[in-house]
């Protein structure tokens, strides 16, 4: 069944009837015939060549992320700005587009759209521009002949023009008065006001999506004729502390909960740790309840939160442990009309440290083969708490709960180390898959336990020692 979607593409207002799971890409290219946005790696999200800005108003305040229209539903867009590289063209070339010619960061220029999206982007984000955070900014825009090296020297251009600049308290009226954006941008906030915002319709049969970053690389065909509605939360409400827990409304992001001063106080790296599981454009739409109930025995923000006290609550009003909901192979503690609404996190009590551990053919951006966290609280020398989860050696994201067990009043010294590695051999079940042989993932999990030691406890526990 179509619905009505009304958005402003570009600098056009726009009314749409069409079925809410169509992906974004194909809107762009088939019905507004704007073929600068491609497509370029069979819609896994992995080259960027789709990248889009979608703008919208939150708290007052007008935002821009970049995300892969390929992976994106139309219905996302329901009162929002989407921004294609047609959208910042104009007469000359922009700063960016100028840096990138000036650097022969160029060649076929199949994926260069996406590059200057991606640049200009991050630049709508920060008016405080580095070279490193440009050169995450476009970490999933990928180029097959140019080589990075150019590509890098052209973000440094511009990341060393933006400093010459005053930086105004508004970063859209700066980039318009330097010609990196068009004039047409200083209107689009007030348009988005007057924007008619028609609800979606649910049916029976309404599927209910969060980010949809790997559902649609699994069922783009299944879905693209679909009718979708799409979980979401004012912004302010999505993290939050409560008594003694932090509460995390299900549509919160990747990038939102890296962002997050409260995350930020259990996890501090968690910037750090957030950068190893995926592109900006994914992490700017992939959810957490999405990353949990698919399921995946290597879901990287599952892994992380198994190691704390989390619960999961449901639209039901109902309550399951995440330690408790995966049953097995992608078989959940749910029903197929019940979702998750809010994720409860513990506070642990005292000062925790904690630690991520990854391993995969790519150290960005990739699957893992096995990846662990740990948390762990002390008192003097004794393990007082802790909590250890790995992926990528059984059929379900993992907690040790028998080495975890086995850890809490123990000394921290070598010898309790090495009793938990007996343990840890008997918990896991890992199989040989295209990721690794079993006896290679069984190998890792036992490395990455011990990295957690030595990078939390450097002058307690060498690489010697174990």
């Known amino acids: 069944m179509a619905q009505k979607i009304n958005f402003i593409l570009n600098n056009v207002e726009l009314s749409v009837e069409s079925a809410t799971g169509k992906t974004l890409l194909d809107f762009i290219r088939k019905d507004a015939k704007l073929t600068g946005t491609k497509e370029g790696c069979c819609r896994e999200g992995d080259c960027g060549a789709c990248t889009v800005l979608i703008g919208e108003i939150i708290n007052d305040e007008l935002h821009y992320k970049s995300v892969n229209s390929c992976l994106y539903p139309i219905g996302k867009v329901n009162g929002k700005h989407v921004v294609t590289i047609e959208g910042i063209n104009s007469d000359e070339l922009t700063p960016v587009q100028h840096a990138y010619t000036e650097e022969n960061a160029s060649q076929c220029g199949f994926c260069t759209p996406g590059f200057i999206i991606s640049t200009t982007g991050y630049l709508l984000k920060n008016d405080k521009p580095n070279i490193d955070s440009a050169i995450n900014a476009v970490a999933g825009n990928v180029c097959r002949c140019t080589g990075y090296v150019s590509i890098k020297r052209a973000l440094n251009d511009i ?44 049916s029976n049969k309404t599927l209910i999506v969060g980010g949809g970053t790997d559902l649609y690389v699994q069922r783009e065909d299944d879905l693209k004729n ?18 003694n827990s932090i509460f995390i409304t299900g549509s919160t992001t990747f990038q939102e909960l890296a962002h997050s001063d409260v995350i930020k106080e259990l996890i501090p790296n ?22 949990i109930v698919n399921a995946s025995p290597i879901a990287d923000m599952t892994i992380i939160l198994l190691t704390l006290n989390t619960a999961l609550h449901l639209n039901d009003n109902r309550t399951v442990p995440l330690r408790e909901f995966f049953l097995g192979y992608k078989t959940l503690a749910k029903s197929e009309t019940e979702i998750i609404e809010k994720i409860e ?9 904690f630690n991520f551990e990854k391993v995969s053919k790519r150290t960005h951006l990739d699957i893992a083969s096995v990846n662990s966290a740990f948390i762990i609280s002390l008192e003097d020398k004794k393990i007082v708490s802790c909590g250890l989860s790995i992926g990528g050696v059984a059929p379900i994201p993992l907690f040790l709960k028998e080495t975890s067990a086995y850890l809490e009043g123990k000394d921290l010294d070598t010898e309790t180390i090495k009793g938990a590695l007996k343990i840890i051999d008997k918990e896991i079940s890992p199989i040989s ?5 079993a006896e290679y993932k069984r190998l890792l999990a036992k490395q990455m336990f011990k990295s957690h030691f030595i990078k939390l406890f450097p002058d307690k526990i060498s690489v010697e020692d174990l």
């Open 433 to 437: 898959d295209v990721r690794g042989s």
């Open 270 to 291: 968690i910037e750090e740790v957030n950068k190893l599981i995926a592109s900006l454009p994914i992490r700017n739409s992939a959810t957490i309840a999405g990353n």
């Open 345 to 353: 996190i513990q506070i642990p009590e005292g000062k925790t440290l």
């Open 226 to 243: 679909e009718d979708l509605v799409f979980v979401s939360a004012d912004a302010a409400e999505k993290i939050y502390k409560e008594g």
């Open 159 to 202: 990341v060393e023009e933006m400093k010459l600049y005053d930086n105004s308290d508004n970063v859209i009226t700066e980039l318009i008065s330097k010609k990196y954006i068009p004039e047409y941008f200083s209107t689009i906030k007030e348009r988005l006001k007057r924007l008619e915002i028609i609800e979606l319709k649910e």
